[in-house]
């Protein structure tokens, strides 16, 4: 009986549209761009409205509070000029308030304000005018008010009415009182008027607010949504093009570009930056055929003429004719160099494999290594493909940088390898390394320059030589041994070392391949 396997895996633990939640699978709308910019230019401006719509208020009702102070205390100011106190040597005075004869509150009536004058001495209301003189003040307002010596304001509901009331203390000149030292509060003033027209303006102050706001805010919405959906448009339009390519996984997508609109806007830019890509990819995607293509056939060729020659060996076996030493030996030698030539160009394969998994890697040894003594080590490797051509050596004084030695090695190996096979018998190859200032950068470089006097190479073919697989007519053709892989590895070196490789080259004269490295100490 078979056991259960310890871990496993479902589709429910797989990310997938039914995992997504059910307000975004039903409601997509609402984790939309376009619907996220109206919500927040609606949100924005509905809660600016709010805060000016409670400002507003604020400072409304401070206005109309101040107003009714001033318009409160006025009235009893002009009140108290015609309430006197009695006076004491007047045998007949009983100690009562006196109001004057003329006392004319007219003004302060109409302006809807009612006064009471209340006399403390005698619990006696002296003077008393206006609607809501009824109300207030009562018993209970009088006595809270019996000692109080300074001017009062307050909002009051009785029975229902909501009024605002002012209290001018009556203090008398003459009178002390022999316990506290001060002046006696001998009556009070009240004035008083009802909140019903404040409450009704600020009432309508809050519905116009409140319907200024819902329009506002239905305006901005459906404003804001315009407009995004305008702004977005060429977004959408980029959506859909870039769809179409992915979804058309052919060669012939990546010819196809989105339709950028000459606006010189952020979108703009977005668009042209997409199509740089596809450019990028496009070409990445040519390159990747060709390169498959060329290994193919690089591959193929040696394959074919190893399996040629087994054919022929294994045809004489089995017909049993007896082979030929020689026939065997030359067959056996074929086989031998084709696997040879095989083993070099998987080997280059791989690092330009292990190059292309890190296209920005650089080199980070801290070594510092010495360009001279490499390439007296390059030039003994080198001696033994000389095939009577003069290889010479140019090292003047000691040159120190920071690399991989072994990589640089490999560098001057395969620019030596290349200069041997394309120089003819009698031909000179030099190596030359040299510290030099590089004329664009204005940097200190060390520099490694490999010249030749072989056949050169034609102009156009100078701009592809470090392509994979690239190789120039005539002499520089398959036949040569090489596997179209080394000036492609030998750049892939010198760019993790932060340089790079200038070619010069005149037909029937010679090559010179120069490689910089910037110099890094301190």
């Known amino acids: 009986m078979n056991q259960r396997p310890t871990s496993s895996v479902t589709s429910r633990e797989l990310p997938d549209e039914r995992n997504q939640s059910v307000l975004r699978r039903r409601v997509p709308f609402l984790f939309s761009v376009r619907f996220g910019i109206t919500a927040w230019y609606a949100g924005v401006l509905i809660i600016t409205l709010a805060m000016l719509g409670i400002g507003l208020r604020v400072l409304l009702i401070r206005s109309l509070d101040a107003d009714a102070e001033k318009r409160l205390s006025e009235a009893a100011i002009e009140v108290r000029n015609q309430v006197s106190e009695p006076d004491a040597d007047d045998g007949d005075n009983d100690g009562a308030l006196e109001t004057s004869p003329s006392l004319d509150v007219r003004s302060i009536l109409l302006s809807g304000v009612s006064v ?58 003459k009178d002390v009182d022999p316990r506290t030292g001060l002046h006696l509060v001998i009556g009070v003033i009240f004035t008083s008027e009802s909140l019903s027209g404040t409450t009704h303006m600020l009432s309508q102050l809050s519905q116009a607010l409140i319907l200024f706001g819902v329009i506002g805010g239905a305006t901005a919405s459906i404003g804001g949504w315009s407009l995004a959906g305008r702004a977005l448009a060429p977004v959408n339009r980029f959506i859909d093009s870039a769809d179409d390519i992915a979804k058309d996984r052919t060669a012939a997508s990546l010819r196809r570009r989105l339709d950028v609109p000459q606006t010189g806007d952020e979108l703009a830019e977005l668009g042209n930056t997409f199509n740089d890509m596809l450019d990028r990819i496009e070409q990445s995607f040519k390159t990747q055929q060709r390169f498959v293509a060329d290994a193919s056939h690089e591959l193929r060729t040696p394959l074919t003429s190893i399996k040629g020659n087994v054919d022929v060996v294994r045809k004489q076996l089995s017909s049993g004719r007896p082979i030929d030493p020689q026939d065997l030996a030359e067959a056996l030698g074929d086989v031998s160099r084709e696997s040879e030539r095989m083993s070099r160009l998987v080997t280059d394969l791989l690092s330009l494999a292990r190059t292309d998994g890190d296209p920005t890697r650089k080199v980070t040894e801290s070594d510092v290594v010495s360009l001279d003594l490499l390439a007296r080590e390059a ?12 290889l010479i050596l140019n090292s003047e004084k000691e040159v120190l940088i920071h690399g991989d030695g072994d990589a640089l090695v490999q560098v001057m190996l395969i620019l030596l390898d290349n200069a041997i096979r394309h120089t003819p018998a009698g031909g000179r190859v030099c190596l030359t390394i040299s510290e030099d200032v590089d004329p664009q950068d204005k940097v200190p470089c060390a520099r490694i320059d490999v010249d030749d006097t072989g056949c050169g190479i034609a102009p156009e073919h100078l701009p592809h030589l470090f392509e994979r697989f690239y190789r120039a007519e005539g002499h520089r053709a398959r036949t040569s041994g090489g596997t179209g892989l080394g000036l492609s590895i030998a750049l892939s070196i010198v760019r993790a070392h932060n340089g790079w490789i200038d070619v010069a080259s005149t037909p029937g004269q010679g090559t010179n391949f120069t490689v910089w490295i910037p110099q890094r100490f301190g």
């Open 116 to 173: 009471t004058v209340v006399d403390l001495t005698n619990n006696e209301v002296k003077y008393h005018q206006g609607d809501l003189s009824n109300l207030w003040p009562t018993e209970e307002d009088i006595n809270d008010f019996r000692t109080a010596s300074k001017p009062t304001l307050n909002t009051y509901r009785i029975d229902g009415y909501a009024i605002r009331g002012y209290t001018l203390p009556i203090v008398s000149e």
């Open 379 to 390: 030039v003994r490797t080198a001696e033994v493909l000389l095939d009577g051509q003069e």
